[in-house]
């Protein structure tokens, strides 16, 4: 038991290196509510993603929408990629992710997320 904690820690401690920013608060957020939520195998291919940003076929890596979590999808998209995003209608789901046939879940894939452009005035 103790070799598959170290691997989940180990996988763990990869994605919070390869952060971009965020506050504190936003880092307890996501470890809190979403990495301890993720298998072992979902870890990987979120870091798999991560690490390639969106250059390799990372698969969805899907998580139930739980009611006292925050948006899975925002979560991830704040910390790996758009630090300063500041809700889900900010975003648009890419046509290669496969999360939108399965009701209830979301994929928090960074890299299967757009982010729509704010018009200016």
């Known amino acids: 038991m103790l070799m598959f904690r170290s691997r989940r820690n180990a996988l763990i401690k990869?994605?919070?290196?390869?952060?971009?920013?965020?506050?504190?608060?936003?880092?307890?957020e996501i470890r809190k509510w979403l990495?301890?939520?993720l298998t072992e195998?979902?870890?990987d291919t979120l870091a798999a993603a991560?690490?390639?940003?969106?250059?390799?076929?990372?698969?969805?890596?899907?998580?139930?929408q739980l009611e006292e979590?925050?948006?899975?999808?925002?979560?991830?998209?704040?910390v790996w990629r758009w630090p300063d995003l500041h809700s889900t209608r900010q975003l648009k789901k890419l046509p290669m992710c496969k999360s939108g046939v399965l009701a209830g879940s979301n994929c928090?894939?960074?890299?299967?997320?757009?982010?729509?452009?704010q018009a200016e005035f």
Request: proline content about 5%.
């Open 41 to 43: 195998d979902q870890l």
């Open 108 to 117: 928090c894939n960074p890299y299967h997320w757009s982010r729509l452009c």
């Open 69 to 78: 979590c925050p948006s899975p999808e925002l979560l991830c998209c704040q």
């Open 14 to 28: 990869r994605l919070w290196k390869a952060r971009l920013g965020g506050s504190d608060e936003e880092g307890r």
């Open 50 to 64: 991560i690490e390639s940003r969106g250059g390799g076929s990372a698969d969805c890596v899907l998580v139930d």
């Open 35 to 37: 990495l301890r939520r």
